[in-house]
């Protein structure tokens, strides 16, 4: 297990030094800022949605490490997927990280997305690895322009 959490820490550490799909997306048909009070995070999701599948996706802001990674993870994972899709992952993502659902039982569905298991044990970092998910809800469903955690 200690071998596991040595290579989850990794690749959260490989994609808060380089970030994938980190710019802003010309020809995005959505855009929503999401922030999180509790640590500073910011985020500003794009999105360029066709026939309700997330054709391309990017995002940029600033926050701590866990907000980065699992903004960068996010969007790796959700590029070329239906909307239905997309939120059966977020479900999954998120019993993950709040400890409701155990990374073995989901491991290979979630695939990369389950390095953020650990983050079960940090309560206060839920918000943080959550936080572009939520934005991306929100501009999947043309909720808002801004979104916050609290
Ligand atoms: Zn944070």
Redesign the pocket.
């Known amino acids: 297990m200690s071998d596991l959490r040595e290579l989850y820490q990794e690749l959260i550490l490989d994609h808060t030094r380089k970030p994938r799909n980190f710019r802003r997306l010309e020809g995005a048909t959505r855009k929503v800022d999401g922030f999180?009070p509790?640590?500073?995070?910011r985020v500003t999701v794009y999105l360029d949605l066709e026939d309700d599948r997330v054709k391309d996706i990017s995002f940029q802001g600033s926050?701590?490490?866990?907000?980065t990674a699992s903004a960068s993870v996010m969007t790796e994972s959700v590029k070329g997927k239906a909307r239905a899709e997309v939120e059966v992952l977020f479900q999954r993502f998120h019993q993950l990280v709040t400890g409701k659902s155990p990374a073995t039982a989901d491991g290979a569905a979630l695939g990369k997305l389950a390095v953020f298991s650990g983050v079960s044990e940090f309560p206060v970092?839920v918000?943080?690895a959550t936080?572009a998910w939520h934005t991306l809800r929100a501009a999947l469903n043309d909720e808002a322009e801004t979104v916050s955690t609290e």
Do not use: H, T
């Not at 509790?38 to 995070?41: F, I, K, P, T």
């Not at 926050?63 to 907000?67: D, K, T, V």
């Open positions: 999180n509790l640590c500073g995070d926050g701590c490490a866990i907000s970092r918000k943080c936080l």
